[in-house]
């Protein structure tokens, strides 16, 4: 029985410092499984279809956070809106402009994060730093009364030479300090630093991580 997810999930949860939020990664993942961590104690999950989310948020109980770590469409905040605990990938203005109004319409105030583009791949979406600092300065950006930034994500390149991922998790600490800075200095909501998957979790815990994203380390291969 030591494969079980539950195990994975206790093994990796008693290896990483308490006080990293670990966001188990569910996305594919049928009810069966989904069932099987929540009665083994998993009570944070991560999902990146906004349809997906919402369906087992309303088949599981409600004692769950849950992550939204995907690319959001604007027509799918909809969906998420009224339970979502954090959104984890806000990669343009337009996209928060939305996200507030979906927070205004649940009488909510919806947690985000800044995805910034760290990797070298093109297929990674994310913001340049000069484009939030951009919206950030804005009158537009202090309307928003229904959204909060939290602090900001990124994904390294996938790869297997740790220098490369190393540096460019550099690089979104980096880019954190500079927005805290110049933007949230006195906001206490401002202090997460998502990053780290399954393949590169260590490294981002070393290089300053505050919350890691790990599915397949846990549920095994996604089909
Ligand atoms: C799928 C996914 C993860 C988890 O990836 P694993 O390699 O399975 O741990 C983390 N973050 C995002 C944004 C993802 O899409």
Redesign the pocket.
Known sequence: MDNTLINKYQKLRNSIPKEIKL?A?S?TQPMNIMEEAYAGGIRIF?E?KALDLRDKYEALPKDIEWHF??HLQKNKIKYIAPFVSLI??VDSFDLLKEIDKFGQKNNRVLNCLLQFHIASEETKFGLAIDEAVDFLKSPDFKSLKNICICGV?G?ATYTSNDDIIRKEFKDLVNIFKKIKSDFFANQESFKDI?M????D?ALAIEEGSTMV???????G??L
């Open positions: 966001i990664v996305k991560g990146n770590i995907g984890h990938g994500m994904m998502s780290g998957m399954s393949g979790f994203r790990i599915g397949s380390s846990i549920f291969s996604r």
